[in-house]
């Protein structure tokens, strides 16, 4: 006659325990978490995204120009007009002047000069979203170190 094994508790051949196991439930968790952290960057404020581009462009620009100053030895200003900017002092069309955001303003700041010497004092423009004026950008630099973007404080 044949034998069949019987279950018996902490036999590993018989009847296994209902529930999860630890593992199981970290990959769970593992998952919600990246699903809820891809859901909050979808859900982000974007109302600010183009402030934050122009500003971002601007201060790239400004640094582009002072390095040209720089290297022609010919002074350069950055001129903020109603609904754009300008260089003075550098062949037309060397530079975009249009904002990339319709609404783009400049509140503080209409004039910057960019070179040719290495050395330019603190100076500072702000920008603001004529859709939303709460919202401002300071693109400044102390006169040694690049353009740099920071929030305007209210």
Known sequence: MAR?????????????AAGFTLLELLVVIAIV???????SFALRDATGAPLERDAQRLAALLES?????????????WIATPDAFRFDGLPPDTLPEKWLAADTRV???GQLQLGPEPI???QAVVL????HPERSLRVATDGLRPFAVTPEAP
């Open 120 to 122: 330019i004092g603190p």
């Open 65 to 77: 120009a002072r390095a040209k100053s720089r290297l022609s030895g010919q002074p350069v200003r």
């Open 4 to 16: 069949t094994p019987t279950s018996v508790p902490g036999n590993s051949g018989g009847a296994r």
């Open 107 to 109: 509140r503080a700041g």
């Open 128 to 131: 603001t979203s004529a859709d």
């Open 33 to 39: 978490a990246v699903a809820s952290a891809g859901v």
